[in-house]
C-alpha cells in the first residue's frame, strides 16, 4: 500500500543490522554517497584518514612514520627520529623503523612537563579505509588502535598550542613502534636520554574513560621437536604436534591467579604451527601464546605455566619473550571523566620515570583487532576534547 514508506523502512532496518554486524563500512556502502571530499576539509578526520590508509604492521611502520614526521614538522614541531631494530621473524620488511619525539619549534628540547604518546604499529592483517557516510562510522585496521589516538593527540596540541593554552616549552609528543609485539619501542626510548616528565598521557582505546589500572601480560611459546616421516609409516618418525597438543590442553584448563579488582587472569592460545603436509609426520611444532595477568607477579604465573608444560612432556621447549609485567594501577584523578579498569597491555610499564601516568582514548578495545574495527566521527572529535582537558589538567598539578 505504501511502496516508498515500505523500502524506506527495509532500507533502515537493514542499515541498522548491518551497523551492529559489522558490514556496514564498504568503501561504497548502499547507504549513502561517501563524501571523501568532507573529510579531507576536516584536519582531524584527514590527518586519521592518511594515518589508517598507510599500512603499518608491526615492524613495518617506516613510512607511516615519514609520514608522521612531515606532517609534525610542517605544523611548527621539531622531530627527532630514533631507530629501533627490525623484529626479527615478525616483520617483512628491511625498512628502519623509527620512533618520533616531536615538540614546538623553537622550544628548549628536555623542557616538557607533559608527553602524549601513541604508538604507530597495528595488527594484522591491514584492513582499508572506509568512511559510512550515513552512520558517520569509520573502519579499518588501526581506525581505533592507535591512530584514533594519535590523530587527535596530534590535533589536540595543535590546538593549545595555537590559542596560546599553554606554554610551547610545555608539551612533548612521543610516537613509537612495536607496541603490540612487546613494546621494543617505548624500551627504547626509556633506555635513552629523556626529559623527566611530569605526567605522561598514554592513548588506546578506553571508550573515552580513564582507566584506573590494567592487567599485566606474560607472553612466551610452546615448542616440540620431534622426527618427520611417511604419514603411511608413523612409527618411523615422532609427531611434534602430537606432543604439542596434550601441553597447550594443560595450559587451556590451568588455574591462573584471581583479583577482585581485575577478574581472572585469562590464557589466549593464540598461534599455532605445525607440519609440512598432511601426508608427512610434522618435525616441528609451536605455540604462540599470551596470558594477561590478573594478580601477583608475573614469575607466579610463570612458574605455574612451566610446571603444567613439564609435567605433560619434559621435551617441550619454552621460550619466555619477556620478564612480563604484573597488573598495573594507572592514575586517574583528573574530574570529570568516567574510570574502568582494562584487560589489555599497553607501554605503560616499559616507560621509567617518576611520573603520573594516564591512559585514555576513543573507541572501544571490543572493536580493536577485529576485522570489524570501527569507530564514529563524534568519537573521535570528543577525543580531541578529551586530550587537551588532560593536559590542561596535569599542567596545573
Known sequence: M???????????ILSVHDVFAGRT?????????IDHGTLNNQPLLSLHRKLVEIPSISGDEHDVGEFLASYLEAHQFTVEKQRVAPFGRESSSQKPRHNLL????????????????SHLDVVPPYIPYSYNSSSHQIAGRGVIDDKACIAAQITAAIS???????????????????????????RAFSASPHPAYSAVIFGEPTDSMLAAGHKGNLAFTVSAKGK?????????????????????????????PFSDKYGDSTLNIGKMVGGEAGNVVPASAYADIQVRMAAEKPEVSQELIVNAVKEVDGDLGMDFWSKGYGPVEIDHDVPGFETQTVNYGTDIPWLDGDHKRYLYGPGSIMDAHSDHEHLSVQDLEEAVEGYKRLVLATLKK
Not at 108 to 113: D, E, F, K, L, Y
Request: with cysteine; proline share 9%; aromatic share 8%.
Open 102 to 117: 616531536a615538540y614546538p619549534s623553537g622550544s628548549p628540547p628536555n623542557a616538557s612537563r607533559v608527553l602524549l604518546t
Open 2 to 12: 505504501f511502496p516508498g514508506l515500505l523500502s524506506s523502512l527495509c532500507l533502515a
Open 228 to 256: 618427520s616421516a611417511h604419514s603411511g609409516y608413523p612409527w618411523l618418525g615422532k609427531n611434534a604436534n602430537s606432543m604439542l597438543i596434550p601441553a597447550l590442553l594443560a595450559l587451556d584448563n590451568l588455574q591462573l
Open 160 to 186: 593549545l598550542l595555537s590559542s596560546n593554552a599553554i606554554p610551547p616549552s610545555s608539551l612533548s609528543l612521543l610516537f613509537v613502534v612495536g607496541e603490540e609485539i612487546g613494546g621494543d619501542g617505548m
Open 25 to 33: 563500512f564498504s568503501s561504497q556502502s548502499r547507504l549513502g554517497y
